[in-house]
């Protein structure tokens, strides 16, 4: 079955700092959407990306879709406190409509 | 714009009784998604609704059901709960027409099983 890695599980950075976040799938992917939660609350759609090198930026993250639609990065620059959170990568599962997988999620903290 | 309203925020049951959770989506979205976040299984889809039908449900069994109105909006029930339904619910909606389609989800509700 299709299953989403995401890496680091948690990172804690400077204010101020870049950093990445990955997503890697088993299989090919045919969409990849970016979510931020803060805990226990609803999910904040960042971006979704769907043809392979695509890249989108929104305010101060990026984010990528490789060649390959394999794997995805999330790329914050210059990190501020209100981006700590989890970011949740998520994708279509194959042969079910409807239904996105979900990465187990990077846990943000960002120092001030 | 109004985003995706879940109720209620918080819902405390004991071991046996029925639950209902209630989703009103972006207006203008036809399609509801239930999704199940429990503490460390991650997020699982549950159920997709589209046009009043029921087109795709996950891996849970029958005691979870929904039904989706004529206005869109969207209510998971939830019978016979069990401990392990404890968990957060989270409801999503989407524009129809398209494959694949943006999930914009809802704040949550906080189910837990005593």
């Known amino acids: 079955s299709q299953e989403l890695e995401q890496s680091p599980q948690s990172l804690i950075v400077q204010e101020g700092k870049n950093l990445t976040i990955n997503c890697t799938s088993s299989k090919t992917l045919y969409g990849l959407y970016w979510y931020k939660q803060k805990y226990g609350e609803g999910l904040i759609f960042l971006m979704m990306?769907?043809?392979?090198?695509e890249e989108k930026s929104h305010e101060k993250i990026t984010a990528k879709l490789d060649e390959k639609k394999q794997q995805s990065s999330l790329h914050i620059t210059a990190s501020q406190p209100s981006h700590a959170g989890i970011y949740l990568c998520?994708?279509?599962?194959?042969?079910?409509?409807?239904?996105?997988?979900f990465g187990k999620g990077t846990k943000l903290s960002v120092k001030p | 714009e109004a985003g995706v309203t879940q109720s209620p925020t918080h819902l405390i049951k004991t071991r046996g009784q029925q639950a209902t959770l209630r989703c009103s989506p972006i207006?203008?979205?036809?399609?509801v998604y239930w999704y199940q976040q429990a503490l460390g299984l991650g997020l699982q889809f549950l159920l997709w609704?589209?046009?009043?039908?029921?087109?795709n449900r996950g891996n849970f069994p029958p005691r979870f059901s929904g039904r989706q109105f004529p206005n869109y909006s969207s209510e998971l029930n939830v019978n016979a709960l069990e401990l392990e339904d404890s968990a957060l619910y989270l409801c999503?909606?989407?524009?129809?027409?398209?494959?694949?389609?943006?999930?914009?989800f809802g704040p949550g509700t906080r189910l837990t099983v005593l």
């Open positions: 609704y589209d046009e009043g039908e029921e087109r």
């Open positions: 207006s203008g979205h036809t399609s």
């Open positions: 990306l769907q043809k392979g090198g």
């Open positions: 998520g994708a279509p599962r194959r042969g079910s409509q409807g239904n996105l997988i």
């Open positions: 999503a909606s989407s524009s129809g027409g398209k494959v694949y389609n943006e999930q914009f």
